[in-house]
């Protein structure tokens, strides 16, 4: 993706102006037309004139970047995954995409003051160093779309080398890696990749790469060296749906080594039932939020259970249907879901945690003891707040 040609212009907060990543992004766009705003200035004011998706700000982060996902209700199980929010916003374009629904601003933020956010996570890892942790960008914006979300996870790769006891992910729907495939690294890096089939990707994913791009992509990372994880994440009820996804299972496993994929998530589309709207007004050719839809205890309208559960089931069989699988997982669904997919259910969200380390331990080398359920009994995300 050009992102060049992308953006139609360039705000610059007074502060960021003086970073040295801010000069080094701004060499990407040596044509746009760019403004240095104030600090003190809200975002808010900015009236830009374009939609969000084309405006770029460049700004220092006012708060904490490090932080636990977002959950939803208790009633459905989270991971304990912890995010990195370094880019909000995406230019993709996924007629599904929550993001649309969750950020309001007027333009697609970046945080410039790359040193400050890699000490937070510095000290917020040192923290924690008795368990396992998952920590990624790709939560409120594409890690590999713009290029300073590449230039921070370039920062943030060379980090990692220091601390064994956790392992980054790199979320993307693009195969802009050039600049971190060479990096040194201590095997705790994983890149992964949403995945649809490819004619779903036709319809709704249309900026993001071709499914066998990507796979072509997670090859060479695990020719690198690199772990690639994968996710089914937002899984749509398309038409001829079982052979969409027993087709795009059997890719996967033609081109990667099943042993270099630490986890596969999975979870079905679900929104807000005011993003309907949005979606119609802004994508009129989509269907998908025409499907067999609840609102569920979280308040987001998703596939009724009967819709889902033959799917996930479907998935999940064809998934696991090899020696030796990889970690599967569901994103927010309730215990009855897993235990009618997969025959069992995490007990708790400490518990769904700590089998992804032991797995892990397991099956990589990179945890050097064991892990003790009881180090993450009591665990509390990286910003301190509770789970």
């Given at each position: 993706?050009?992102?060049?040609q992308?953006f139609?212009?360039i705000?610059?907060?007074?502060?960021?102006?003086?970073?040295?990543s801010?000069?080094?992004?701004?060499?990407?766009?040596?044509?746009?037309?760019c403004?240095?705003?104030p600090?003190n200035m809200?975002i808010e004011?900015?009236?830009?004139?374009?939609?969000?998706?084309?405006?770029?700000?460049?700004?220092?982060?006012?708060?904490?970047?490090?932080?636990?996902?977002?959950g939803?209700?208790?009633?459905y199980?989270?991971?304990?995954y912890?995010?990195?929010?370094?880019?909000?916003?995406?230019?993709?374009?996924?007629?599904?995409?929550?993001?649309?629904f969750?950020?309001?601003?007027?333009?697609?933020?970046?945080?410039?003051?790359?040193?400050?956010?890699?000490?937070?996570?510095?000290?917020k890892l040192?923290s924690?160093?008795?368990?396992?942790?998952?920590?990624?960008?790709?939560?409120?914006?594409?890690?590999?779309?713009?290029?300073?979300?590449?230039m921070?996870?370039?920062?943030?790769v060379n980090?990692?080398?220091?601390?064994?006891?956790?392992?980054f992910?790199?979320?993307?729907?693009?195969?802009?890696?050039d600049?971190?495939?060479?990096?040194?690294?201590n095997?705790?890096?994983?890149?992964?990749w949403?995945?649809?089939p490819?004619?779903?990707?036709?319809?709704?994913?249309?900026?993001?790469?071709?499914?066998?791009?990507?796979?072509e992509?997670?090859?060479?990372?695990q020719?690198?060296?690199?772990?690639?994880?994968f996710?089914?994440?937002?899984?749509?009820?398309y038409?001829?749906?079982?052979?969409?996804?027993?087709?795009l299972i059997?890719?996967i496993?033609d081109?990667?080594?099943?042993?270099?994929?630490?986890?596969i998530?999975m979870?079905?589309?679900?929104?807000?039932?005011?993003?309907k709207?949005k979606?119609?007004?802004?994508y009129p050719?989509?269907?998908?939020?025409?499907?067999?839809?609840?609102?569920?205890?979280?308040?987001?309208?998703?596939?009724?259970?009967?819709?889902?559960?033959?799917?996930?089931?479907?998935?999940?069989?064809?998934?696991t249907?090899?020696?030796?699988?990889?970690?599967i997982?569901?994103?927010?669904?309730n215990?009855?879901?897993?235990?009618?997919?997969?025959?069992?259910?995490?007990?708790?969200?400490?518990?769904?945690d700590?089998?992804?380390?032991?797995?892990?331990?397991?099956?990589?080398?990179?945890?050097?003891?064991?892990?003790?359920?009881?180090?993450?009994?009591?665990?509390?995300?990286l910003?301190?707040?509770?789970?």
């Open positions: 993706m050009n992102t060049e992308f139609k212009k705000y610059i907060t007074e502060s960021s102006y003086k970073d040295a801010t000069k080094e992004i701004l060499k990407k766009y040596p044509n746009k037309i403004k240095v705003i600090d809200d004011n900015i009236n830009t004139g374009y939609d969000p998706k084309q405006v770029l700000l460049l700004t220092q982060s006012k708060g904490g970047v490090v932080k636990g996902c977002p939803t209700a208790d009633s199980l989270c991971c304990r912890q995010v990195i929010n370094h880019t909000m916003n995406c230019p993709l374009n996924c007629t599904y995409c929550i993001l649309q969750y950020l309001n601003q007027p333009a697609t933020v970046i945080y410039t003051n790359f040193d400050e956010i890699a000490d937070e996570l510095r000290q040192d924690q160093k008795n368990r396992f942790i998952r920590i990624g960008t790709g939560e409120l914006g594409d890690s590999l779309a713009l290029p300073g979300s590449r921070f996870a370039s920062k943030i980090l990692f080398r220091e601390y064994p006891n956790a392992m992910e790199i979320k993307s729907k693009l195969t802009t890696t600049e971190l495939f060479n990096l040194p690294h095997g705790n890096i994983v890149f992964s949403s995945l649809n490819q004619e779903i990707v036709n319809h709704e994913e249309s900026m993001a790469d071709s499914i066998l791009t990507r796979l992509k997670a090859r060479e990372a020719k690198r060296g690199f772990l690639t994880g996710h089914f994440d937002p899984i749509l009820a038409p001829d749906w079982e052979n969409l996804y027993s087709q059997d890719q496993y081109y990667v080594d099943p042993a270099m994929i630490p986890w998530s979870g079905s589309l679900r929104f807000p039932p005011s993003m709207d979606i119609i007004d802004r050719k989509t269907t998908i939020m025409y499907g067999e839809m609840i609102k569920g205890i979280d308040g987001k309208m998703r596939y009724a259970r009967p819709v889902r559960i033959p799917i996930y089931k479907h998935i999940y069989n064809k998934l249907d090899i020696k030796n699988p990889p970690f997982y569901f994103c927010m669904e215990s009855l879901v897993w235990r009618e997919v997969m025959g069992f259910t995490p007990e708790t969200n400490a518990h769904l700590w089998m992804f380390a032991d797995s892990v331990y397991k099956r990589f080398n990179l945890i050097e003891t064991q892990p003790d359920f009881k180090d993450y009994e009591n665990a509390l995300n910003d301190g707040t509770e789970f």
